[in-house]
Structures are given as structure tokens and as C-alpha cells.
T-cell receptor
Framework: QKEVEQDPGPLSVPEGAIVSLNCTYS??????FMWYRQYSRKGPELLMY????GNKEDGRFTAQVDKSSKYISLFIRDSQPSDSATYLC???????????FGKGTKLSVIP | DVKVTQSSRYLVKRTGEKVFLECVQD?????MFWYRQDPGLGLRLIYF???????EKGDIPEGYSVSREKKERFSLILESASTNQTSMYLC????????????FGPGTRLTVT
């Protein structure tokens, strides 16, 4: 079983929809989780992070963690065309320095 | 703001050429990373460095080497480029005292013909 699994999509939604992006992980020792956003032909940028103990909201974005299911989610409310990007989940990897990334979900928000 | 810059956005090289990709960060980060990103395969770690002159192999080091002579600069070297090294190459840096969040450069799209 891979450490981090993420549905690659693509996911296409109409503008204004609520989007749910998800990752599952296998290592119960992971303590915090990150979401990166990557626009086409750009490098990933950190969108938000959350600890395993709770949820976090930042504007239209909410990150949730379900430790019992080893499942994390990123919700986007009132999605906008500018949200069209690939979203990658990430969590601390095996070594002291590394992050383990999901493969990313490509999202398109259609006006 | 952390800034990570990469020497080229687009690069075209011939098979067998030696290729240098350079990365510079301006936040005094100890850790630096080189990834390649391919459709369907996600980000794959090639090498990382946690200090000057220190390096560790990642998941796919074959065909690559790295150099870190100064803290702010991390170079990726393709000793003899091959067509299967055509990819997007991303450099990142992080601080070990933070949440290990990595800051990425804009990427170099390398095509080997």
C-alpha cells in the first residue's frame, strides 16, 4: 500500500460549486498534513496545513482530517475559475527532512 | 516571502549532453530538494541536501548527481542526458525548524531530443 493515495481526477465543476478533494494515507504516525496548489506551468505553493487533531478554515478553503479513517479532505466553497489548478496533499515522509506527496488532483472550475 | 529561483524555465538538450540545472533560495534554508514531475507519476524526489556539501539520494537518483557548495545554491546535474529524462524539474527548500513546508521554484521544463 502506498503511503499517500490521491485520486488524480480530472475533476470538472461549475463555478460556485462546493469541491471536495481527498487523500488517504497509511502511516498513522503522521501528525500534520498540507495542501499545495499548483497552477499550470508553475511550481506548487503551500495552500494550507492542518494538524491531525482538528480542522482548519481559511476563507473559502477548509481542511479536514479523519484520523480513524486515515483520510484527509480539502473543501473549496463557492469555487471560482481561478481555483482551477492541481491540488496535492503532503505529509511528513520517512526521513527527517522529507514530505510525501500525493500525485495531485487536477481541478477545473467552469465559468 | 521565500523566493526560490531556477536558472531556466525551458531547456532543450541533445542526448548525451551534460546538463546543469541551478536553484537558488534566499531564505537561508538548510534543506534543499530536487524533484521531477511527470504526468501520472506525481512528484518524485531525486536528491536532497540538508547542509552544505551534504546530500542524500531520493527515490530516483540514477542518472543524476547534485552539488551544494553554498547554502543558497543547489545544482542538479544530468551527466549524460537521455530522452527518458525529459520532464519538469522542480527545486524546493525548507527549514528544519518549521513544519517542513517546502517552498518551490517555478520549475524547468527540460526536453532531451
Amino acid at each position: 500500500q502506498k503511503e499517500v493515495e490521491q485520486d488524480p481526477g480530472p475533476l470538472s465543476v461549475p463555478e460556485g460549486a462546493i469541491v471536495s478533494l481527498n487523500c488517504t494515507y497509511s502511516n498513522s504516525a503522521f501528525q500534520y498534513f498540507m495542501w499545495y496548489r499548483q497552477y499550470s506551468r508553475k511550481g506548487p505553493e503551500l495552500l494550507m496545513y492542518t494538524y491531525s487533531s482538528g480542522n482548519k478554515e481559511d476563507g473559502r478553503f477548509t481542511a479536514q482530517v479523519d484520523k480513524s479513517s486515515k483520510y484527509i479532505s480539502l473543501f473549496i466553497r463557492d469555487s471560482q475559475p481561478s481555483d482551477s489548478a492541481t491540488y496535492l496533499c503532503a505529509m511528513p515522509g520517512a526521513g527527517s527532512y522529507q514530505l510525501t506527496f500525493g500525485k495531485g488532483t487536477k481541478l477545473s472550475v467552469i465559468p | 516571502d521565500v523566493k526560490v529561483t531556477q536558472s531556466s524555465r525551458y531547456l532543450v538538450k541533445r542526448t548525451g549532453e551534460k546538463v546543469f540545472l541551478e536553484c537558488v533560495q534566499d531564505m537561508d534554508h538548510e534543506n534543499m530538494f530536487w524533484y521531477r514531475q511527470d504526468p501520472g507519476l506525481g512528484l518524485r524526489l531525486i536528491y536532497f541536501s540538508y547542509d552544505v556539501k551534504m546530500k542524500e539520494k531520493g527515490d530516483i537518483p540514477e542518472g543524476y548527481s547534485v552539488s551544494r557548495e553554498k547554502k543558497e545554491r543547489f545544482s542538479l546535474i544530468l551527466e549524460s542526458a537521455s530522452t527518458n529524462q525529459t520532464s519538469m524539474y522542480l527545486c524546493a527548500s525548507s527549514s528544519p525548524v518549521a513544519l517542513r513546508e517546502q517552498y518551490f521554484g517555478p520549475g524547468t521544463r527540460l526536453t532531451v531530443t
